[in-house]
């Protein structure tokens, strides 16, 4: 069971801004960096966001990141057919033994 | 362009050994920390831990007694063994360039089923 918790699903129509929260605690989230991943469907996760809030190159700007506190939002603009997939946070837990990298339960995105 | 391509067998019967590969091409293994993931069919990921250069490994406590990492720097591949594997243990592989921070690149997986 993941200790950093999503909402099982989100969706919104193309254009749309739609939001992903991730919540953690003070042992994880609280003290660690956040990064986010995307899976599209059948394939590889894609490093989103890394360090919070930074983009790799080639990901657009329509997606951003942020965190405070124990918690930390995914934010997509002007939501597109190509963005329908699977979003997971991720982020050390130092409270957990051998402080292991925890990924969130996940959120399908679907665009409606 | 970075690569990395997993390997190794599809079906691994109850209570063995599970062994799996990950070529890396356009890239050194020397460099990096270099991580595997699980994903078990409709289910989240799961870090199953990583290798550094040096060799170093870490973990997950979960499997941590049954993890077994190894580097490989003449093949430039590193490798996961799993042991005592039960029908839990079913799931698509992934390996991953990081380590530290974030999972900058991800192979394409490979599932593994387990089952006699």
């Known amino acids: 069971q993941s200790v950093l918790t999503q909402p099982p699903s989100a969706s919104g129509t193309p254009g749309q801004r739609v939001t992903i929260s991730c919540s953690g605690s003070?042992?994880?989230?609280?003290?660690?960096?956040v990064y986010w991943y995307q899976q599209l469907p059948g394939t590889a996760p894609k490093l989103l966001i890394s360090?919070?809030?930074q983009r790799p190159s080639g990901v657009p700007d329509r997606f951003s990141g942020s965190k405070s506190g124990t918690s930390a939002s995914l934010v997509i603009r002007g939501l597109r057919s190509e963005d329908e997939a699977d979003y997971y946070c991720?982020?050390?837990?130092?409270?957990?033994?051998?402080?292991?990298?925890?990924f969130g339960t996940g959120t399908k995105v679907t665009v409606l | 362009q970075v690569q990395l391509q997993e390997s190794g067998p599809g079906l691994v019967k109850p209570s063995e050994t599970l062994s799996l590969t990950c070529s890396v091409s356009?890239?050194?293994?020397?460099?990096?920390?270099w991580t595997w993931i699980r994903q078990p069919a409709g289910k989240g990921l799961e870090w199953i831990g990583r290798?550094?250069?040096?060799?170093?490994?870490k973990s997950n406590p979960s499997l941590k007694s049954r993890v077994t990492m190894s580097l490989d720097t003449s093949k430039n591949q590193f490798s996961l063994r799993l042991n005592s594997v039960t029908a839990a243990d079913t799931a698509v592989y992934f390996c991953?360039?990081?380590?530290?921070?974030?999972?900058?690149?991800w192979g394409q997986g490979t599932l593994v089923t387990v089952s006699s």
């Open positions: 991720a982020s050390w837990d130092d409270r957990l033994s051998g402080s292991p990298y925890v």
């Open positions: 290798i550094n250069a040096r060799g170093t490994t």
């Open positions: 356009g890239d050194s293994v020397s460099s990096y920390y």
């Open positions: 003070n042992s994880n989230i609280g003290r660690n960096f």
């Open positions: 991953a360039r990081g380590g530290i921070g974030d999972l900058s690149l």
């Open positions: 360090g919070n809030n």
